[in-house]
């Protein structure tokens, strides 16, 4: 549907694009455009300004559905980004019919003011230069599942039914603005592949709805719309406009994110990202409609793309964005084939590298985006109820404590694998009752097992544990040098032994071709 007023706020833009509205110091403004927004960026600030438009997702045709929005979206951010969402301010028309910024005249328009922030720390501006560090990938995740855990439940959105009104968008996209730019085939086949997942998991989509997981979220949350703001990632922009866009699962909401960062290749950002999120929720219970999310995220992108490229008038930009809609499409296709679960443990004193090696290994293990790591460190801290850095004494290290961390970890596991996702266990296992233990979940799951033993001398472990810092691990040389004396060496059976004394590289490509091997042992069993 067309803009309808929207030439009834000319006089409000050209107020707002002159530099002495904001006052003294303001020599110049700039101002970037949204096919529903108009942002002026004026000094310290930017001031966004709704369009008066009318579409069939978003009214912001009226002066009092443009405050209530500005509202909104204030509310709605001031969740994650409080020191980026100042307040809302009229344009009011003053003494002798100018425009002025606030005060008491009549409002003719109303503003979101902001702090403004330097485009480059964008996200996606950052990877685009190579420079989006992976160590921004923890705080990242926790910023996401702040916001989810903190967030109103909104039972009334979201399910079987609104994972339908997506797919049914999607489709009608592909075939309206579609038609010429993408592939009809590859559409079709995404579309029965979407529908297929949507009917298998009917039922796991409407328990979660039941249960609470779905609950006002970010609603558009991709690279661009997250910032470094003080030095952490900060999401911002939320949608205030359609409850079907926001309201939705929570693992819908991360999976744009991890789906953008996936397909530009940024793969252990992603697997870095999901893992901490899953540290900060121990949600499990949606693994299996991952693949469902992330190739309807895909797909949406796939969509809007083409149109944006209908839309564009400048034939280079056209065809950049006809590009990206055939690899979102492309992406899609991928995301919805999930791949076979396998359990993976990695075993050995502390500081052999088991943590390195699991973070490694998890962007290249299993479906997108990569396996689920479970650290012992890390679910020793969550049953004291102590973030993953916190420091335990030797209450935390009692036999019975190692007794509940190992059943923690072997049930986590199970349930991983009974949604179809691939898990990767980190834990000295050095008991055999504890390989045991774990072993027996992949078999009684039917999902392939390899256990990889580390080794490395003890000069090198007691060096490497003194220098570690803001570490779960609360090993000590002294704690290494017990583990060694415990530990029988020749007692690893069945478990790859990996020689850890050499880089992070060098021991990556050992595990990896025990792992090879071990597949390989499999397979000519299975025949």
């Known amino acids: 549907m ?110 979101l003011r902001m702090r403004r922030f330097d485009q480059d720390a964008l996200l996606d501006r950052l990877a685009a230069r190579n420079a989006l560090d992976v160590a921004l990938m923890p705080p990242l995740g926790k910023a996401i599942a702040d916001l989810h855990t903190g967030a109103e439940r909104r039972p009334d959105h979201g399910g079987l039914a609104g994972m339908l009104w997506v797919i049914d968008g999607n489709t ?96 252990s950002h992603a697997s870095v990202l999901f893992n901490a999120y899953l540290d900060g929720t121990h949600d499990v219970s949606g693994l299996e409609l991952l693949p469902l999310f992330l190739g309807c995220r895909s797909a949406v992108r796939a969509k809007t793309n083409a149109t944006a490229a209908r839309l564009q008038s400048e034939p280079a930009k056209a065809r950049t964005l006809e590009t990206a809609a055939r690899e979102y499409l492309a992406a899609a296709e991928v995301f919805l084939q999930p791949g076979r679960a396998g359990l993976l443990a990695v075993g050995g004193l502390s500081g052999t590298g088991k943590s390195t090696l699991a973070r490694r290994l998890a962007a290249a293990t299993g479906a997108p985006p990569g396996a689920v790591v479970l650290r012992s460190d890390v679910i020793r801290k969550s049953l004291f109820g102590l973030p993953a850095t916190s420091r335990l004494g030797p209450e935390g290290y009692t036999k019975s404590v190692n007794d509940r961390v190992y059943q923690a970890l072997a049930e986590r596991a199970a349930e991983v694998l009974r949604a179809g996702h691939t898990a990767i266990v980190d834990a000295v296992f050095g008991r055999a009752c504890e390989r045991g233990r774990i072993a027996d979940v992949a078999s009684a799951a039917g999902a392939p097992f390899t256990g990889l033993w580390m080794d490395a001398p003890l000069n090198v472990l007691t060096d490497r544990v003194q220098r570690r810092e803001a570490d779960a691990s609360d090993a000590t040389a002294e704690v290494v040098g017990r583990q060694q004396a415990r530990h029988d060496a020749e007692s690893i059976e069945g478990w790859a032994r990996i020689d850890a004394s050499g880089s992070v590289d060098e021991v990556q490509r050992r595990a990896e071709a025990a792992i090879l091997h071990a597949y390989e042992d499999v397979r000519e069993r299975q025949v």
């Open 2 to 111: 067309a803009p309808t007023d929207e030439r009834d706020q000319r006089e409000v833009i050209a107020f707002l694009e002159t530099p002495s509205t904001y006052g003294e110091g303001v020599e110049r403004v700039e101002r970037i455009e949204t096919h529903s927004a108009l942002v002026v960026l004026a000094g310290a600030l930017a001031y966004k300004l709704k369009r008066a438009v009318l579409y069939p997702y978003l009214d912001f045709s009226t002066l009092e559905r443009r405050r209530y929005f500005c509202e909104a979206e204030l509310r709605l951010n001031r969740r994650t980004a409080p020191t980026l969402y100042r307040d809302v301010v009229p344009v009011v028309r003053g003494p002798g019919g100018r425009l002025e910024l606030g005060g008491s005249g009549t409002p003719v328009d109303w503003l």
């Open 172 to 267: 009608l996209g592909f075939a309206e603005q579609g038609a010429g730019i993408l592939d009809a085939g590859a559409c079709e086949r995404v579309t029965m592949r979407a529908r297929a997942a949507l009917e298998q998991h009917a039922d796991r989509l409407e328990a979660r709805r039941e249960e609470g997981f779905v609950r006002v979220c970010h609603g558009d949350l991709h690279l661009r719309n997250i910032v470094i703001v003080d030095g952490r990632p900060t999401l911002f922009d939320a949608i205030e406009f359609n409850d079907r866009l926001s309201c939705i699962d929570v693992l819908y909401d991360l999976a744009f994110v991890l789906m953008d960062l996936w397909r530009i290749g940024l793969r």
